[in-house]
């Protein structure tokens, strides 16, 4: 059964930083891309950046491009999020996915393309 299992969420005043982890368990993880999508109240799930597991190569939305970091640690089955510079704009919950493939072709923001979700971690930013 896979697991997919976030942390790190919180509360924070803009400028403030976050560290997101995920650990996942049930399958091979050093050989699936992942990803962290975000959902905003009354908004679309949108993702927000992407890690490949055949070269490692991360992508990011163009709102998070140059803040945030996304890494993993195929020895602890981990991923990570790393957001500094947050803004209002960044409040929503946060969730981690799996793709069962070790890259995505044609489109990683598609969330059809992951098929293991997390639960998901609070994030909130106050002004």
């Known amino acids: 059964q896979v697991q997919l299992v976030e942390s790190g969420g919180g509360s924070v005043q803009a400028g403030g930083s976050l560290r997101l982890s995920c650990v996942v368990s049930g399958i091979d993880y050093s050989t699936k891309s992942m990803g962290w999508f975000r959902q905003a109240p009354g908004k679309e799930r949108e993702g927000v950046s992407y890690i490949s597991a055949s070269d490692g190569t991360p992508y990011y939305a163009d709102s998070v491009k140059g803040r945030f970091t996304i890494s993993r640690d195929n020895d602890k089955n981990t991923l990570y999020l790393q957001m500094n510079s947050l803004g209002p704009e960044d409040t929503a919950m946060y969730y981690c996915?799996?793709?069962?493939?070790?890259?995505?072709?044609?489109?990683?923001?598609?969330?059809?393309?992951?098929?293991?979700w997390g639960q998901g971690t609070w994030v909130t930013v106050s002004s």
């Open positions: 996915a799996l793709s069962r493939f070790p890259y995505i072709i044609g489109g990683w923001q598609d969330r059809q393309k992951f098929h293991n």
